[in-house]
T-cell receptor
Framework: AQSVTQLDSQVPVFEEAPVELRCNYS??????LFWYVQYPNQGLQLLLKYLSGSTLVESINGFEAEFNKSQTSFHLRKPSVHISDTAEYFC????????????FGAGTRLFVKA | KAGVTQTPRYLIKTRGQQVTLSCSPI?????VSWYQQTPGQGLQFLFEYFSETQRNKGNFPGRFSGRQFSNSRSEMNVSTLELGDSALYLC?????????????FGSGTRLTVV
């Protein structure tokens, strides 16, 4: 069965500092991996996704994530964060055996301080 | 193009009542998934519909049900409401059940049961 573990529930960081949000997954088959972001009082927005090919994927706002099959990880990174990056970030996994269902991690709340 | 529309945005109901939530997906998307989001449990998968057929269902009691219409709009119903049903209910629209393209989420319906 699929599962997703986000290792940090909250990550405080100063503006312009780098950040890494950690995500590990378990699945018995090939997976599709996603990061979503949720701003207060809104739904989730797709940030980036890994389907196949290059293990490093990037978003338009400077985030990147690297798929590591041997460590079953998909950590999210940004070299320099802004106040506006304050939000909750969810790692998610789906696979062909899951039957059109995506499993989400518990979320990591990123708090960027001035 | 228009995003995913969920109505109503907020709802207050009394224990024992029933409630119906509505979701209009992005035009052209035939898959609609529903999730329950709570602070303690995160996002929990309720069910997924594609072309009026339920393809997958999560581990929720039978009080939770849904349906999809020929225009892809979807409704979910919760009967005999309990205090624990208080949550943000999110609708997610996709081309393929969220597998390759990910989801586009609505802003959610916040249900409070008193």
């Amino acid at each position: 069965a699929q599962s997703v573990t986000q290792l940090d529930s909250q990550v405080p960081v100063f503006e312009e500092a780098p950040v890494e949000l950690r995500c590990n997954y378990s699945s018995s088959v090939s997976v599709y991996l996603f990061w979503y972001v949720q701003y207060p009082n809104q739904g989730l927005q797709l940030l980036l996704k890994y389907l196949s090919g290059s293990t490093l994927v990037e978003s338009i706002n400077g985030f990147e994530a690297e798929f590591n099959k041997s460590q079953t990880s998909f950590h999210l990174r940004k070299p320099s964060v802004h106040i506006s990056d304050t939000a909750e970030y969810f790692c998610a996994v789906s696979d062909l055996g899951g039957g059109f269902k995506t499993i989400f991690g518990a979320g990591t709340r990123l708090f960027v301080k001035a | 193009k228009a995003g995913v529309t969920q109505t109503p945005r907020y709802l207050i109901k009394t224990r024992g009542q029933q409630v119906t939530l509505s979701c209009s997906p992005i035009s052209g998307h035939r898959s609609v998934s529903w999730y329950q989001q709570t602070p303690g449990q995160g996002l929990q998968f309720l069910f997924e519909y594609f072309s009026e057929t339920q393809r997958n269902k999560g581990n929720f009691p039978g009080r939770f049900s849904g349906r999809q219409f020929s225009n892809s709009r979807s409704e979910m119903n919760v009967s005999t409401l309990e205090l624990g049903d208080s949550a943000l209910y999110l609708c997610a629209s996709s081309l393929d059940g969220g597998m390759n393209y990910g989801y586009t989420f609505g802003s959610g319906t916040r249900l409070t049961v008193v």
